[in-house]
């Protein structure tokens, strides 16, 4: 029988060689391929097939794009910038993909949707209006370059609705009649992870109709008390920068004030998507585009049918910008490749596929995605990554700030693997809450790694929630998740969890490091028996505030002790370093357990470890962290020590995507040396004691043994320090012990108080 690593470095090879094999037939040249060539001031009567007889348009570009053979190129003049989507309706073939890039030299040639707007008509009261042609309403507006939103009611954060009926209408008891919201749409909060949008059917005195059937969502408020606002309508139109498109009047609105609109540059996405393929056309090729502005998606590979599938596209070295959909969306297909592209602000996801395999997702950056409050179509998901997929890679990739999860992946079918690993993903759901900077589910047999990610900045936002907490995770396991690997990750600053379990089970989970996060680790089963198997070694979670938990368990059966196998871990909360358990089951209610009456009650983590010292200030806890791919060295200010007890000064490196935490040590006081004749021969501490005793030999040369006798002059632990040695004396009785060093031919005592 196959282990269970040898599985995952097989597959994980396979993809690799895949991926190696497409890379060498599909990037060498072919020497009977056409370059077309289109410029700014090229003319759509040339040849097309050089740069002094260059094509104009991407329309003139659509026209031909069913003549291109496999190997074709079409390629965009550096520095110009061409308006419209690009059709795709061919594919390439192996070895000879049908690429779309950049000629010349100079900034990368953009293919942009939007519309700039001049001649603003003044429309009275601070708006000013403009008649536009748009594929659609738009869903991308900027000022300046910012993205701003569409108008809404009030300005800003949620109105609060006291009941409701069904999916179908909010009452408000604070609403009047004036203004009459009936035509607009209605963004309402139903639960934590969902922010609905529909269309105002009808709004009577406290009472809105509303129609979700353009997003699809059968979502219904699980409580009262959310909140909800209202958008999409002229008459929101109250401060600087709010907008509105009426797409069927062909107007567009926005709300000056007393600014003047002609010092102002505004942007109005008006193309649906800049590169669209639909049909399923394989052997596609973007490199080098910026690609901005799109009420949709920048690129689409679109499924309609199950047939549509869009094999072997690459997009590489691409910048895309302000995105009203997705900046990329595959419907369907393998050997999907998106690397050394930069996505921002999109309002629904960065990469978004229904279903990808042999993927290779890396060394992208990706930022501001669905921030903007009800400016998604989607009433729940969006964030960085979304994928529903089999055997790829998702690395060395940086997301940041983004409304709900960084990455999403579900899926993973026996015998595949998936890798998400080198990642930084900082400052996630930032408007929904119950997701995760790295969240999964699903009872699924394929093997998910997520390894060596750095997490920062885990928000839960509350805003139009009854809970104004965080409810948001690190790394989320949600329910039923299995055969995960999550190892050297670490999380810092998360609202709720670092690491959170829900109803998963079969799930390795070793090496991490969660620092001031409001729960280190957490395990939640709530409902049945769910979680089983999980094993939970040489982990730290440390908790910064004496508020934090270092562990949390919960459970509706009393079948804490059966999750799983846990040991070596650090459960360390130095500012007050006892009861850093939650442990909440039927039979005993809520708990606060300290370590080693964690240990009695389940009979696990026998060599787990607090904090090897305790602190008053938490400003003496550092921690370091290192997302990028070189090697750092970090000076320090003072002497610390290491949760295994290293004492470090100077300086410390730190390996790519790894972390330390550090607390500041001061060398023991006199009161715990051990002397011979007037010499210090070595240092206690702390002294008395609760769990760890560091013993430290002044002269660091040599070897230098030690024994603790108890009251009764019997020998109860022998050991040698090698400069020094941190001794566990947790399951030692409460009461006065007696600790000799020896070192050469000197020897000395000091009584120990273990309480
Ligand atoms: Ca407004
Ligand atoms: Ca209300």
């Not at 689409?300 to 599938?309: G, L, N, Q």
């Not at 299995?482 to 829900?502: C, D, R």
């Not at 290293?646 to 300086?651: D, L, T």
Request: glycine letters at 10%; proline letters at 2%.
């Amino acid at each position: 029988m196959r282990s269970g690593k040898f599985y995952l470095a097989y597959w994980y090879f396979f993809a690799v060689a895949v991926w190696l094999f497409i890379f060498i037939v599909t990037g060498s040249p072919n020497l009977f391929a056409s370059n077309f060539y289109i410029s700014a001031t090229g003319n759509d009567a040339n040849s097309g097939l050089t740069p002094f007889a260059s094509w104009q348009t991407i329309s003139n570009v659509n026209a031909h794009f069913s003549m291109f053979a496999p190997g074709d190129s079409v390629l965009f003049k550096r520095g110009d910038t061409f308006y419209g989507t690009i059709n795709i309706n061919q594919s390439g073939t192996n070895g000879k993909s049908i690429t779309i890039s950049a000629y010349g030299t100079g900034e990368k040639p953009v293919i942009s949707g939007f519309t700039t707007i001049s001649g603003w008509t003044n429309e009275g009261g601070g708006i000013y209006s403009k008649v536009i042609t748009s594929q659609a309403l738009t869903n991308m507006v900027t000022i300046d370059g910012k993205q701003v939103g569409m108008g809404r009611y009030p300005d800003t954060g949620f109105l609060t609705y006291e009941s409701f009926s069904a999916n179908t209408s909010i009452t408000d008891t604070e609403l009047g009649n004036s203004p009459n919201w009936t035509g607009a749409d209605l963004a309402v909060r139903k639960n934590d992870w969902t922010l609905d949008r529909g269309t105002i059917t009808n709004h009577t005195g406290t009472t809105i109709i509303y129609n979700t059937s353009n997003t699809g969502s059968t979502q219904t408020p699980s409580l009262i008390g959310f909140g909800y606002f209202i958008l999409n309508d002229l008459k929101t139109l109250t401060t600087y920068g709010e907008w509105y498109h009426n797409p069927v009047k062909g107007k567009f609105y926005m709300y000056f004030g007393a600014v003047n609109p002609l010092t102002k540059v505004v942007q109005v996405a008006t193309v649906n998507d800049l590169i669209f393929c639909t049909g399923g056309n394989d052997y596609l090729s973007i490199y080098n585009l910026n690609l901005t502005g799109s009420i949709n998606n920048a690129v689409y590979f679109k499924r309609v049918y199950s047939t549509d599938i869009d094999d072997y596209c690459r997009i590489q070295n691409c910048d895309i910008s302000f995105c009203g959909k997705n900046g990329i969306e595959l419907g369907q297909g393998a050997g999907f490749m998106v690397e050394g592209t930069t996505i921002n602000n999109c309002n629904s996801y960065g990469i978004y596929s229904y279903y990808a395999s042999l993927f290779s997702i890396a060394n992208n950056s990706i930022s501001n995605i669905a921030v903007i409050p009800g400016q998604s179509n989607n009433p729940q998901g969006n964030g960085g990554l979304y994928f529903s997929c089999n055997n790829g890679v998702i690395n060395y990739n940086k997301i940041k700030n983004s409304g709900y999860n960084g990455i999403f992946i579900r899926s993973g079918t026996l015998g595949t693997s998936i890798n998400i690993a080198y990642n930084y993903i900082d400052s996630v759901c930032l408007v929904l809450n119950d997701g995760g900077a790295i969240y999964t589910g699903g009872d699924w047999t394929g093997i998910r790694t997520i390894d060596h990610n750095i997490i920062t900045n885990v928000i839960g936002h509350g805003a139009g929630a009854i809970r104004q907490t965080s409810l948001s995770e690190g790394i989320y396991l949600d329910e039923y998740a299995s055969h995960l690997v999550v190892t050297n990750n670490t999380v810092a600053n998360s609202g709720n969890s670092g690491i959170k379990l829900h109803k998963a089970h079969d799930n390795t989970i070793t090496d991490n490091t969660t620092f001031n996060c409001q729960r280190g680790i957490d395990y939640l089963n709530s409902s049945g028996s769910n979680i089983r198997n999980i094993s939970l070694r040489r982990n730290s979670f440390f908790a910064k505030f004496a508020a934090q938990y270092a562990s949390v368990f919960s459970s509706v059966a009393d079948d804490i002790a059966l999750f799983g196998a846990a040991d070596s871990n650090y459960y360390a909360r130095p500012i007050d370093d006892n009861l850093t358990f939650s442990v909440t089951q039927p039979s005993t209610g809520w708990q606060q357990k300290t370590l080693a009456t964690w240990q009695t009650f389940t009979g696990q983590d026998a060599h787990s470890r607090k904090s090897p010292i305790a602190v008053t200030d938490v400003n003496d806890i550092r921690f370091e962290y290192n997302a990028t791919k070189a090697v750092t060295t970090i000076a320090l200010d003072a002497k610390y020590i290491c949760l295994d007890g290293k004492i470090v000064e100077g300086s410390i490196t730190l390996q790519p995507y790894c972390s330390i935490i550090l607390i500041k040590y001061s060398t023991p006081t006199a009161i715990n040396s051990l002397t011979k004749a007037g010499k210090m021969l070595a240092r206690v501490f702390p002294n008395p004691v609760t769990n760890e005793l560091m013993i430290e030999i002044e002269d660091s040369a040599g070897m230098a043994g030690f024994e603790i006798i108890d009251s009764s002059g019997r020998s109860v632990l022998k050991g040698s320090v090698n400069e020094k040695t941190t001794v566990n004396l947790t399951n030692f009785s409460s009461g006065l012990y007696l600790l000799k060093v020896v070192k050469g031919n000197s020897s000395a005592l000091k009584k120990i108080i273990k309480i």
